[in-house]
């Protein structure tokens, strides 16, 4: 965007539940250059002035598991969800079989404009398309940079497919290696789970990973099958065995860690893998526990929370505020409102930092300029209410979205793009691939 933007009369959310209100922020480039008073900041000629009116401005949502296409193939009826883990993988697996780019392009348009009209403005994703991984992928990448969206996208590889597992990984990094250097676009190597993962493509995604020197994204002991099958097959438990062949680490991403103990929990706090937690998705598809993850939220792992390709971001943020008050009702000591703020914000936005390389998650000058306007007008207050400020956003509409200092939705409505006709183009795509 030429010129400057400029974000008038703000109230600025900060991670501790505090607010501070008649605030200007100046954003030049891809980051925010200044942050103070409204009366240090005059509006120029040639500046693109965002009238806040008292409203409030947080740092853009990241979504740590978008399944951007597979969440809309998949149908939450009864019949998926109180099926076996295994068979649900079967069923993953044979919708990802149909897809072409045609379909992985509509998919993936709608699924990211939804994300930025409700104030994402980074989307971690895991497609499962063996039959044009490449392609696909790509395909994910234009769509991403033409909406404005960022995107951190991976293949989630499998073994036993017509296209051999090895064959998955190889292609998902010849995507990498194309992308590198984007602005808004990376990537990085996918495995959808250990159980689903023979030697071969471990050794392949271990072998790229150091290679490419890029993270992993892949599904970790999401469900005690997972582990039991792991365990029957390779004679190792999830975690061990992702990190035997290196895929834990900066700028990695594992999947829900439901069956992990506080051993393989330390690990991963250590490696700084990144533990993506659906609490809502978890508790609906599994049972139990809200979040069935004590072990990683007592070892102070890096964590953040992800949509399932299902809902949305305040409904997991809700299931995982329930479920953190009913541990330390039971005598863990944890500190919810720190923990609310490391699974919204922190969390993913040290992930943002590690991929990208510019700090993130702040509204301070040198960050990133991925920015929300929300329909909000706080009272002023010295207090720290960091659950109840963000409960409050989940209740009202976003009215601006800037990713990487572009607008790309000005007062609810997305900059330059037909919301309604990408949602036609996604329901013609789902009717296509039913039909298959």
Known sequence: MEGRLLLKDCSLFRADGRVRTGMSVLVEGRTITAVGPDSDFPVLPGDWEVRCAGRLVAPGLIDCDTRLVGGQQVVWSGDYLLRPFAQRLELDRHHGAKLTVAEVEALTAFALASGLRRGVTMFVENLYAPR????????????????????????????????PGPQQVEANAQYIEAQKGHGLVRGSIGVRASCVAEEDLMRAAGRFKEELAVGTQFGLAEADDDLAITWA?????????????????????????????????????????????????????????????????????????????????????????????????????????????????AGPAELCTMVFGVPSGLIDQGALADLVVYDYVPAPTTASFTAHLLLQLSQVSVAWTVVDGRVVVREGQLVGVDYLELAAEASKALQRLGDA
Not at 235 to 248: M, Q, T, Y
Not at 260 to 274: H, P, Q, V, Y
């Open 132 to 163: 044009c991984v490449e392609a696909a992928l790509a395909t994910q990448a234009r769509v991403a940079q033409r909406l404005g969206a960022r995107l951190l996208n991976a293949h989630s590889s499998m073994s036993g497919d017509p296209v």
């Open 233 to 345: 097959r390779y004679g190792a438990r999830v975690v061990s065995r992702f990190e035997r062949f290196g895929l834990l680490g900066g700028a990695c991403v594992g999947g829900q860690a439901r069956a992990i103990d506080r051993g393989e929990a330390a690990r991963l706090a250590k490696t700084r893998t990144l533990i993506s937690m659906s609490p809502r998705v978890a508790q609906t598809l599994e049972g139990g526990s809200a979040l069935g993850m004590e072990a990683v939220l007592l070892s102070n792992n890096l964590a953040g929370l992800g949509t399932g390709g299902t809902g949305t971001l305040w409904e997991e943020f809700a299931a995982s505020f329930s479920g953190v008050m009913t541990l330390c009702r039971g005598g863990r000591m944890l500190d919810p409102d720190q923990a609310m703020s490391q699974f919204l914000i």
